[in-house]
């Protein structure tokens, strides 16, 4: 189960080197071919969906000075060393102030390695 440690730091990781960079192909390097997002809040009627190619420059574009963690409260192994399903607390600090949300993540195996097929994100607010 370490593996799944090592992607999840490795994955947050990048998204903070995207913030800066404003880039987001090494981000898109953890997705599955089928990857599938949904991120909703308590203001949102439906969540928004999206895929493995939506426009993450825009989004990046779109933060200042920002930094995302997360802090994972469960770790499931469904298949051996082949799927993990991820929940816990993700915050993104954008200009000093914590964004929090609750999150969902699948990482499955794919081609030797684990890619992130979906992710369910649902902000506090």
């Not at 469960?74 to 609750?102: C, F, Q, W």
């Amino acid at each position: 189960m370490n593996a799944i440690h090592e992607v999840i730091e490795q994955y947050f990781e990048s998204w903070n080197r995207a913030f800066e960079s404003k880039n987001g192909e090494e981000i898109r390097g953890y997705f599955s071919e089928s990857f599938v997002g949904y991120w909703g809040n308590s203001e949102v009627e439906q969540p928004m969906v999206y895929d493995r190619d939506y426009d993450l420059e825009t989004v990046l574009a779109q933060y200042g000075d920002a930094r995302k963690s997360f802090e994972p409260v469960s770790i499931t192994e469904r298949k051996t060393d082949e799927e993990y399903l991820v929940m816990g607390t993700e915050t993104n600090v954008v200009n000093g102030v914590p964004h929090p949300a609750k999150c969902m993540f699948v990482w499955q195996k794919e081609n030797g390695s684990l890619k992130l097929r979906r992710e369910f994100i649902e902000l506090e607010k």
